[in-house]
């Protein structure tokens, strides 16, 4: 029995490991349906309900981000689902937008004016590589300014960005960075920030939760995991003004209790990640712990979730998933 086991979890594990690397160098399956279109070009992102006309019943937004594996419609189809599951799908807007790559456009035969990044550039904020330049940040922003709308939006109350895996990486990396949104402000519109189970975080100090020999991982306070060397989007900002900006805002923290694997093969092992834990699960307890050392006062919240380790969909449908996208 045990020899059959083994067999099985190895076989999960080879397939695993595969998907990874298959989405990796191939480029996705799956591209998402509708186009929003930007300055730099137009991106490709995942709708739950027609945003080209006025939604006057839409009272929330979810932008619900994906991971590494690009798979935008996965994320949508959580977030609908969980929408469904706290009551709240009818009133709910969820989009999910697609950061694609090089290998995406071509394996999709996708047209010029499809935004396109290098690699997995889209999950530190830097720019697109076609057909023109925009900082995903830049992207979100986008998004979040035709929300404001109240022409397209009478009743919006709330925008929530929520991110799993390497989309948890975008959004808190968005949420250090991000712009202010004076039309929000002014609407009487609120922004909350869902990071769940990111393999790093952006550290405001040199301080790492782990000792480790700085002469031998000389990147480590590098962006996106310190404050050195900030990306464009970040406009010359101090790392004090980001750190200040940054705790200020309405952050939940959702980790896995299960998700715990030093060696997930979607896990970033580089030197600067290590320093801040074996794995996810520790890396979000270190980080949430060196935020409190820092601000005793600090109003983020770090919740989680029993029985799911590292699962997006398990993540967000979760009775806390679900508490922390529609509370």
């Known amino acids: 029995m045990n020899k059959r086991l083994g067999l099985l979890l ?12 298959a989405e990796k160098e191939h480029g996705v399956k799956v591209v998402s349906p509708d186009r929003f279109h930007l300055e730099a ?4 992102l995942g709708l739950s309900q027609d945003w080209g006309k006025p939604l006057p019943q839409v009272t929330r937004a979810l932008i619900i981000l994906h991971g590494r594996l690009r798979n935008a419609q996965t994320y949508l189809q959580s977030g609908e689902d969980a929408a469904e599951h706290a009551g709240q799908g009818a009133n709910t807007l969820v989009i999910a937008p697609q950061f694609l790559n090089e290998s995406d456009a071509k394996r999709n035969h996708l047209d010029n004016q ?4 290098k690699g997995n550039d889209w999950m530190a904020g830097e720019p697109s590589v076609g057909p023109g330049q925009v900082s995903s ?8 300014k035709h929300l404001g709308d109240r022409k397209r939006f009478p009743a919006l109350k709330e925008i ?8 948890g990486q975008v959004v808190q990396r968005f949420a250090l960075t991000g712009h202010d949104h004076p039309t929000l402000q ?13 393999s790093s975080y952006a550290y405001f100090s040199p301080q790492r939760p782990v000792k480790f020999d700085a002469a031998s991982c000389p990147g480590f306070n590098d962006w996106k995991y310190g404050m050195q060397n900030l990306p464009a989007y970040a406009k010359g900002q101090s790392a004090q003004q980001l750190e200040q900006a940054y705790v200020s805002r309405d ?8 998700d715990t694997d030093p060696n997930h093969p979607a896990l970033d092992k580089s030197c600067a990640a290590e320093t801040q834990g074996a794995y996810r699960l520790i890396r979000g307890h270190n ?7 820092r601000h005793p006062q600090l109003n983020h919240m770090l919740v989680e979730v029993p029985g799911v380790g590292h699962d997006g969909d398990g993540i967000f449908t979760s009775p806390q998933g679900q508490k922390a996208l529609f509370k």
């Open 10 to 21: 190895g076989m999960l594990m080879t397939c695993s490991t595969t998907t990874w690397a």
């Open 41 to 44: 070009g137009d991106l490709s």
């Open 114 to 117: 499809v935004l396109r990044w």
């Open 137 to 144: 940040f830049g992207a979100l922003d986008q998004i979040i």
């Open 160 to 167: 929530v960005v929520a991110g799993h895996s390497g989309g």
């Open 186 to 198: 002014a609407e009487g519109i609120s922004l909350r920030y869902v990071v769940a189970n990111p």
């Open 251 to 258: 952050i939940t923290y959702l980790l896995g209790q299960q």
């Open 287 to 293: 980080y949430f712990y060196y935020l409190k050392l």
